[in-house]
């Protein structure tokens, strides 16, 4: 396969098995039917770095119908609390913010509290409906050269434009990014939040790849890729969300507005430590992914044996990839509870776990819980408190399977 970016040949690394898409959850009565599975491969490209999926499933297929809400986690409210705090201070006096995947106006919000016209882009219409009933005006579409002439033509060019967690979605980057950069004030600056590479060889965060993430970025290749379209990365900071991120801040290059921080270089320099730009650290990673199942595989299989219960906590994507990577499933762990409601009552696809409510914990009284959205955790141990007193054990999958 060809890369994404710059044409140039790759290599698969690790192969995650055919699984079905990782929000394709299922209702009671689709549990019989088919369910449809995609290749989840990952390669490296030998030309300029970038880590990506082998298979490109149709956005169409992935986003216009969206189970996550960004808002029903506290921590992500007050990540983007913040981010729309800084980012105002940043700008001095913002006219206007353009957050692409915007979700259900988690970040516009903020910039909104600030008195900043905000625009949101959303694809999922049942979540852009969330965002403009909440008052925060929201696009009902994919980013796109249209979707940009009728913001810049209604509301003018934006001083900032935001992508958290979407960048790493897009398939067609380059588009994506020459539409970003007429969107923008020349003086503007675009701000993405990618999860970040290199946590996820160092975390064995590898249930972070699923089909929705068709790009895992260093900040080396962000830098080099900006170039190509006349923009600079100017700073870039280590965030926690998603078991590890980047916020990469980017302006049109010549704009000068600012200088070019410390930052950008000693991120390069530990990245180039790490070996995230040549394929080695690659296929080492994943040597350590199949350990990893080994271990996870071993341990349930021991405490089913010994006739325990166990339970989940959280739905995520990410759960997704590692339950029907290592083969476990309603068998083993006999339900998972999440607070989104749009999730409670659905199925988890390929495993077919039955998704509840945290009320089943209360009734059903498991002695494990596996906690899938471990970049939750601390989180959620604070939510199971009651439990884990009455001495149920957390199970933690990575780095490596822990039981707490
Ligand atoms: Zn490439």
Redesign the pocket.
Known sequence: MK??????G?RTFLNLGKTPLANAFLRREDLDKEEPTFPLEVCF??????VQLTEVIPPEKLFRNYVYVSSTTKSFQEHFARMAEELTRMMGTPTLAVDIGSNDGILLKGFRERGVRVVGVEPATNIAKIANDAGIETINDFFNADVTKRIVALKGRADVVTATNVFAHVGDIQGFTANVRTLLKDDGIFVIEVQYVGDMLTKMTFDNVYHEHLSYFSASVLVEFFKRFGMEVFRVKRVDTHGGSLRVYVQKKGSGRFPIDASVKEIIEEEKGLGATGLQAYVDFARKVEGVRTDLVKMVTALRKDGRRVAAYGAPAKGSTLLNFCGIGADAIQYTVDDSPLKQGLFMPGTHIPVLSSKALDERRPDYIMILAWNFAPEIMEKIKKHRDAGVKCIVPLPEPTII
């Open positions: 890369c994404r970016i710059c044409g140039n790759t490209c030998t030309g300029c770095a970038l």
